[in-house]
Every structure is written in C-alpha cells, then in structure tokens.
C-alpha cells in the first residue's frame, strides 16, 4: 500500500512539476487541486498552511510545497520522492535547453511563446493571491487584514526589505497564536 502511495506522489509533484512553467506560486494551485481536490490527502486549510510555511521558508517555493506535502502524507520518505519528483523536471528540460540556447535566444516564435505563457503565470499568481486573501478575510479578525495591508504597503511603497517583513509577521504571529491560546480563542 505505502509503495502505491510513494509512486502516486511522485508521479503526480512529477507531472505538475513538467507542466507547470512560472515558479511556485504556479505550482500551488495545481498541487492544492491535485492533493486537497482530487486526492482529498490533505484538507484546504492544511494546504493554505502549507502554502504559507513554504512561502516563508528559505528555498523555491515549489520544491518547499513538495517537501511539506510529501512529509504530510507520507513522511520522511514521502518528502524524498516528492522533492525528486519536483526537481527533476526542470533540471531534464534547463539541461535539453542549454544544448540549444543559442537556437532558442534568437528564435522569435520562441520569444511570442515566452510572452504569452508571461500573461498566463501572471493570471495564475493573481488567482493564488485572491485564493489566500479570501481565507484571511474570512476570519473576520482585524489583526491578519492589518498585518496583510501592512505588510503590503510595507513592501510596495516603502521598500522595505522582504525578509524583515516576514520576520517581524512571523513575531506578530506567534505574540497573537498565544495571546489566543491562554485566552482560548481561535489564532489568526
């Protein structure tokens, strides 16, 4: 059984991996449909969890989401065969790219075909964008819609470093999950 598990897990971070062109906020959607959707392995709001440890972790995020998604269901070995199968796509298609980057630089159907796949990854980062918005909206609790409009306008006006504003979400974060829990409310 767990062996049925192990080639499930590769073969699906390995298909999405091969067909996912854009960086991790492409892939999480795809993984999130594949596992929480199709699979029903892990349940959405384990995955938007998931997502934001991934994103939060040093790391591509894909490869991350992979680690995480695998350990959770299927341990240690689980998080081996899904990192395997989520890097190996790249590293076979950026080396049978190499070989011809001469041909492929200059070649304009090439360039038309990078552009129009720039217009779907942007779509697919806003859906992943609008996606995780709506679970921290739902919460109705002022503290994540402050910390998410600062942080915002943190990074896109003010400039400032987006490894101090993950930093200083992660200390926001842990000072309410336990002020919540000597409370005995629900964290963020």
């Not at 003010?158 to 974060?173: R, Y």
Request: with cysteine; charged share 15%; aromatic share 8%.
């Amino acid at each position: 059984m767990k062996q049925k598990i192990f080639i499930k897990l590769f073969l699906s971070t390995f298909q999405l991996s091969a067909c996912t062109f854009g960086g991790g906020f492409v892939i999480i959607p795809l993984m999130q449909k594949k596992f929480v959707d199709e699979l029903h392995w892990i349940e959405e709001q384990e995955m938007m969890d998931l997502t934001a440890i991934a994103q939060s972790s040093p790391g591509a995020i894909a490869v991350n989401a992979s680690i995480l998604v695998g350990y959770h269901v299927a341990g240690m070995a689980g998080a081996l065969i899904t990192v395997l199968g989520t890097v190996l796509p790249p590293l076979i298609i950026i080396s049978v790219i190499s070989f011809f980057y001469a041909a492929f630089r200059d070649n304009a159907i090439v360039n038309m075909a990078m552009t129009g796949m720039l217009a779907g990854v942007a779509a697919v980062i806003c859906d992943v964008v609008m996606k995780m918005g709506k679970s921290i909206f739902q919460k109705k609790r002022v503290l994540p819609i402050a910390v998410l409009s600062a942080s915002f306008i943190a990074v896109r006006f003010m400039k400032i470093n987006i490894i101090l504003i993950i930093l200083i979400c992660a200390v926001i974060g842990a000072a309410d999950t336990l002020y919540l829990g000597r409370k005995g409310g629900k964290t963020l």
